[in-house]
T-cell receptor, first 114, second 110 residues
């Protein structure tokens, strides 16, 4: 069964450093998302991406964040200058097409900012 | 208005019992209501979902009941099993963005 994959599974970084989280969505999916989950809290929407551009972003997704689909398979989330409060689990999700609502989530990247 | 409120925060059920988790929403633009199951260290996995034009959907031991006028929906897990122990999130979406509830930690004792 096709699945969303994410790398790395864990990342530890120093405050102020840049991190790039990588995702490979399901191959025929057209809509891509990033969510985050701070430990013990609910999953929060960060950004949605369709047709090579951001379609919606949350208040959390400030200028420190960016997303990119550099090739036909990868979808990345970059945090330019990490803060302690960026420590969380980051999930990538993908959706097949308009009219099909189901989003499939990857296993997540646990980011720890020291 | 974008919130989805979920209760209870935690739930302990005996094996074979019924687990019930409730959610409420305010935004009438929401048009799809999935439930996700999450095991520790894993991503949320879709369990079952419903659209607001249907009052109930059943898949195996899992049933969603939906009350559009009250803006509430609930997940019922029949014959709960220890393997069902996980965190359950209700969610709602309009235009693709998922808004999640706070989550319910379900523990099923053998």
């Amino acid at each position: 069964e096709p699945e969303v994959t994410q790398t790395p599974s864990h990342q530890v970084t120093q405050m102020g450093q840049e991190v790039i989280l990588r995702c490979v969505p399901i191959s025929n999916h057209l809509y891509f998302y990033w969510y985050r989950q701070i430990l013990g809290q609910k999953v929060e929407f960060l950004v949605s991406f369709y047709n090579n551009e951001i379609s919606e972003k949350s208040e959390i997704f400030d200028d420190q964040f960016s997303v990119e689909r550099p090739d036909g398979s990868n979808f990345t989330l970059k945090i330019r200058s990490t803060k302690l409060e960026d420590s969380a689990m980051y999930f990538c999700a993908s959706r097949e097409r308009g009219g099909v609502e189901t989003q499939y989530f990857g296993p997540g990247t646990r980011l720890l900012v020291l | 208005q974008q919130q989805v409120k979920q209760s209870p925060q935690s739930l302990i059920v005996q094996k074979g019992g019924i687990s019930i988790i409730n959610c409420a929403y305010e935004n009438t633009a929401f048009d799809y209501f999935p439930w996700y199951q999450q095991f520790p260290g894993k991503g949320p996995a879709l369990l079952i979902a419903i659209r607001p034009d249907v009052s109930e959907k059943k898949e195996g031991r899992f049933t969603i009941s939906f009350n559009k006028s009250a803006k509430q929906f609930s997940l019922h897990i029949m014959d709960s099993q220890p393997g069902d122990s996980a965190t359950y999130f209700c969610a709602a979406t309009s235009y693709g963005k998922l808004t999640f509830g706070q989550g319910t930690i379900l523990t099923v004792h053998p």
